[in-house]
């Protein structure tokens, strides 16, 4: 009896554990992302195909989570945030994560390139590089830049999507990744504000904590003047349309006020009042993004409708 | 105390192997799906390769008539 006893205490993983470790919200953000990517490209794919090519890019962006998980185990034990992932709560061994991360990459790499080309694989193999090696490992624990070098790794899915379809990278792909590279940082940054993280016993430089809020402020308002830009110019392009232009201006401009309130407030106030700014542009920016790429849907679907 | 032969690990690992055997089941069907499709693509794209051939077999067999 006390064989079977020792199995008990929760310490083999179920099935949930390994699905947990693929980062399942980050993955239906990506889907997201490249299905608007795969349906505004001037080219179709079969939809078994384009089913194929969704999958396949979540699921390299599930592998690279895995190993993410597995690379930053020692950090998610320290927040309190991240103490209940499956690693931290030794539910699953590092090895594990590792394995799952490297397989999976590997399959999501090469079914990717056999349903759609070459292209699209090699661009999703080096976005499992890129938020691996070149975020994870590398830089996300020696600058206090990390949020903009991860949002990097966030803003390829719509361009794999569109080289899936079309075989190649063009200007509309180039700025729909950098729609989302320069929208993440203040988008983050909004949140880094008003959230009490543990990141600093974590030894994660973050900006509020390495050049202080008011420098942080001002991050916030640059990188958003620096985000209109590529916002509103993707208007011009081949996939822009009225629906999307008139998406780009309210939204640009209220994105522009809401970080312009951020700028010229201090912590006093932002106290006084319990963040209420910072809050209000945190969410604003998630419907910011997300009703941009609607807008490119719905003018692509107006083309389609208009022969 | 009675042996308890289905113990709550067994459970649990039989959830395991059902999950990864429906994704399994599931990839087998993808791939079978997707081969389908490129087979019949390509069975399309090349639709006028046969016309062709039968046009290329026939010329040497004319020039082969001439003197």
Not at chain 1, 32 to 38: N, S, Y
Not at chain 1, 229 to 240: D, E, K, M, W, Y
Not at chain 2, 13 to 36: D, I, Q, S
Request: with cysteine.
């Amino acid at each position: 009896m006390t064989d079977i006893r020792s199995y008990e205490g929760g310490g083999e993983a179920r099935f949930g554990d390994y699905v947990q470790l693929l980062k399942p919200r980050v993955m239906s953000l990506v889907v997201f992302a490249a299905l608007v990517g795969l349906l505004v490209a001037p080219a179709t794919l079969h939809p078994v195909e384009a089913f194929c090519a969704i999958l396949f890019i979540a699921l390299g962006g599930g592998a690279s989570g895995a190993l993410n998980m597995w690379w930053d185990a020692d950090i998610d034990a320290v927040m309190r945030r991240t103490q209940s992932r499956p690693i931290p709560s030794g539910r699953v061994e590092p090895g594990e994560a590792l394995a799952i991360g490297l397989a999976l990459s590997g399959i999501s790499v090469v079914m990717l390139g056999l349903a759609t080309n070459l292209m699209a694989a090699a661009l999703l193999a080096f976005t499992i590089f890129f938020y691996v090696v070149i975020y994870s490992v590398w830089l996300k624990r020696i600058t206090p830049q990390n949020i903009v070098i991860g949002g990097a790794a966030g803003a390829f899915p719509p361009m794999i999507g569109w080289v899936a379809a079309t075989g190649s990278v063009s200007i509309e792909a180039f700025l729909m990744f950098m729609l989302i590279f320069m929208w993440t940082p203040p988008h983050f940054w909004a949140l880094a504000l008003f959230m009490k993280s543990d990141y600093g016993d974590a030894k994660v430089p973050m900006l509020t904590e390495t050049h202080g809020r008011k420098s942080t402020r001002a991050h916030v308002w640059w990188y958003t003047v620096a985000l209109v830009p590529f916002s509103v110019v993707l208007a011009f392009t081949t996939i822009g349309g009225p629906v999307y232009m008139a998406a780009a201006l309210i939204l640009n401009l209220m994105f522009l006020r809401g970080a312009w309130a951020i700028w010229r407030r201090d912590e006093t106030a932002a106290e006084a009042d319990r963040y209420r700014v910072e809050k209000s542009v945190f969410r604003f920016s998630l419907y910011y993004l997300f009703l941009l790429f609607v807008a490119l849907l719905a003018d692509a679907g107006l083309r389609v409708m208009g022969g | 105390m009675a042996l308890r032969v289905e113990h709550e690990m067994h459970h649990r690992r039989f959830g395991r192997n059902l999950g990864l055997g429906v994704v399994l089941a599931a990839f087998v069907v993808l791939v079978f799906a997707l081969t389908v499709v490129k087979v019949t693509q390509g069975a399309r794209f090349h639709a006028d390769d046969g016309k062709k051939n039968t046009g290329t077999v026939t010329q040497p067999a004319t020039g082969g008539s001439q003197p």
